[in-house]
């Protein structure tokens, strides 16, 4: 007889988990990635995939928070009460080219692609998740410009979209980072027209 005692797992660490899953949805999308996909990965058993996370529509949505908590754009610094319209838009796009091209594998916005699920809920949750980010570029031109901020807030909104998926395609950085700094300049050259139709309004 062995009277060795049984050695215990170790406990499962959700955090853990939830940064498994972060990258296997940043890597695959959310429709690709299945619950066997996640179980065997994390090596635990459905069950306790419910237990700690409820769904793997809960579990994405921790994993899009905790993405967040690490590469949010810093809106604040970029869109900064005062700064020129053209300069922090451009600035906002060529510091997103930068990261969604950064990391070879984990490629684009996670949370933007996220928008693209087939899952209705998955696409729900990273809707809401990415509203936050249209709302500060939106509130920044309201105060910026207010006669052209819904324009160009699309405008904007759309490029970074647009970016995100390049980035997932695989369009090298250098092409990314030159996509966005051609955006900025039809950004500078449209405010500038802007400002010229307003100054012959105000002298007329």
């Known amino acids: 007889m062995n009277d060795k005692p049984r050695q215990r797992r170790p406990a499962f660490d959700r955090e853990a988990g939830v940064a498994i899953a972060q990258a296997m949805f940043h890597e695959h999308g959310y429709d690709a990635v299945t619950l066997v996909h996640l179980v065997e990965a994390m090596d ?56 969604y091209g950064r990391d070879s594998i984990l490629r684009g916005c996670m949370i933007t692609e996220g928008m693209r699920a087939d899952d ?26 207010p006669q052209d901020a819904e324009s160009m807030a699309d405008y904007v909104t759309v490029t970074l ?15 990314l980072i030159e996509v966005a700094r051609t955006a900025g300049r039809f950004i500078a050259h449209a405010f500038s027209a802007c400002n010229d139709s307003e100054t012959v309004e105000r002298e007329g």
């Not at 590469?71 to 604040?76: I, V």
């Not at 390049?166 to 092409?175: E, F, H, L, N, V």
């Open 44 to 99: 635990i058993k459905p069950p306790s995939f419910y237990a700690a996370y409820g769904s793997k529509a809960e579990l994405f949505e921790r994993a899009m928070l905790r993405y967040a908590s690490e590469n949010a754009l810093p809106m604040e610094t970029l869109l900064a009460p005062g700064r020129p319209p053209a300069e922090a838009l451009a600035a906002l796009l060529v510091t997103a080219a930068e990261q």
């Open 161 to 175: 979209r647009g970016l995100s998926a390049a980035a997932c395609s695989g369009m090298t950085p250098k092409r």
């Open 120 to 145: 209705r809920t998955a696409r729900e949750m990273a809707e809401t998740l990415a509203s936050g980010g249209i709302k500060a570029i939106r509130a920044y031109l309201d105060r910026a410009c």
